[in-house]
């Protein structure tokens, strides 16, 4: 699953990165984006350019009767999507990438768990395939959410999570975003380009910590070597 991530590059950077205007929509750089917060999405509306708009994390599908789905639908599996009523018809033509520069998963020593940091290249920004909706509350205000896409864990993840996030190449960025829909489903597959990770303090673990501290690389304590008689 994708449950953290980090998008530290300033707003100017991330607009001219996926040539896309943002409009009002402001944001500042982030450490430690979570769940239900909003956060910055790339979108194509038919015939038009890309825009960059801010969602909130968690889709509701329009169908809802209850925005606490939101909490349950932050990451939607590649292999059900074109099935899972929240996500069925969003994958249709509701598709929009996620920025990032990094992204946090756990890994599990014994009662603890050890966050680490992934990145792509040396830090780069990328995307995320995400999906999109858009919720009418019980006032009539429109609230638009997003999710990311999940798959099968690549070589760098897989002894940490059996999940990652569907993370695309800039060249598949139109196919995602307007290609039909089968067509879109072909880029849902474990990242094949250069990462890295390394474990990152377990500040992150805590939402209200959001600071380049959360994303900086650590020394993990060796294991005590064993005595010789």
Known sequence: MCGRYRLSKRKQIVEEYFDAGSGDDDWNPRYNIAPTQPVPVVRQPVNSARELSLLRWGLIPSWATDPSIGFKT????????????????????????????????????????????????????????????????????AVETCTILTTTPNTLLSDIHDRMPVILNPAQYDCWLSAEAGDALKLLRPYAGQMRNFPVSTRVNQVQNDDAECAMPIELASPPQGQLF
């Open 74 to 141: 932050i990451n939607a599996r590649s292999e059900t999507v074109t099935t899972t009523p929240s996500f069925r018809d969003a994958i249709k033509s509701q598709r929009c990438l996620i920025p990032a520069d990094g992204f946090y998963e756990w890994k599990r020593n014994g009662k603890t768990k050890q966050p680490y940091c992934f990145e792509v290249g040396t830090g780069e920004i990328f995307a995320f395939a995400g999906l999109w909706d858009r919720w009418i509350d019980a006032r009539g205000q």
